[in-house]
């Protein structure tokens, strides 16, 4: 059982966090807002189609964005924003119940805009959200992604996560055809640096 006595609680309306990406490039951390909606829907609107058919919501539609900004509840999903010079470049969200037998894990979701990859933002936001995740007294962190994005895969193993399953045909992209779903797991522990400008 972890000792979360040791670790202050996060403070989810004081959030923000600065860190430096490996191009030198510094970027903002924060809770998403209601008002972020209309960027946030911009942000995905640039996702390319190849890409956008494997996600599990259609991201592309304003009133699935919509819904996210006007419904938003920390208590069941919070997601965290990355930010540069005020654009949204990142979003990453955990998924969590409170009672039932997985109030202890955490479901994530990430994605990074694609002019921003391979310089650690992805890499950055799984570390933040295990952060996040030990503050929020989660043990567990899971990630479901198509076995056709490796990237993605490769950026959570990277981050201590371990496959734990592949399911053969479990999802169906956005034209309907059966994907292999890979589970990923990672047990949370209490995270090494506190700074809040730190580079990665």
Do not use: C
């Not at 190849?50 to 964005?65: F, P, Q, T």
Request: aromatic share 10%; no cysteine; net charge negative.
């Amino acid at each position: 059982m972890l000792n979360y006595d040791i670790y202050p609680k996060v403070d989810l309306d004081n959030y923000k966090k600065e860190a430096r990406l490996k191009d030198g490039s510094k970027v903002l951390l924060r809770p998403m807002v209601k008002e972020d909606g209309e960027a946030l829907y911009e942000f995905f609107k640039a996702v390319p189609d190849e890409e956008a058919r494997y996600l599990r919501d259609d991201v592309k539609s304003r009133l699935v964005i919509e819904k996210w900004a006007k419904n938003l509840d920390y208590e069941k999903t919070l997601p965290i924003l990355a930010l540069k010079n005020g654009d949204i470049i990142a979003d990453a969200t955990i998924n969590r119940r409170r009672s039932g037998w997985k109030w202890h894990l955490g479901t994530v979701r990430i994605f990074v805009h694609n002019d921003y990859r391979n310089i650690g933002l992805g890499e950055l936001m799984v570390e933040e959200l295990a952060r996040i995740a030990y503050m929020l007294e989660i043990e567990k962190l899971i990630v479901e992604v198509p076995d056709t994005s490796t990237a993605a895969i490769n950026t959570f193993i990277k981050a201590g996560f371990h496959r734990a399953a592949v399911l053969p045909n479990m999802v169906k992209d956005r034209f309907n055809q059966p994907v292999d779903l890979v589970v990923l797991m990672k047990d949370i522990k209490p995270p090494l640096d506190e700074s809040y400008d730190y580079e990665f």
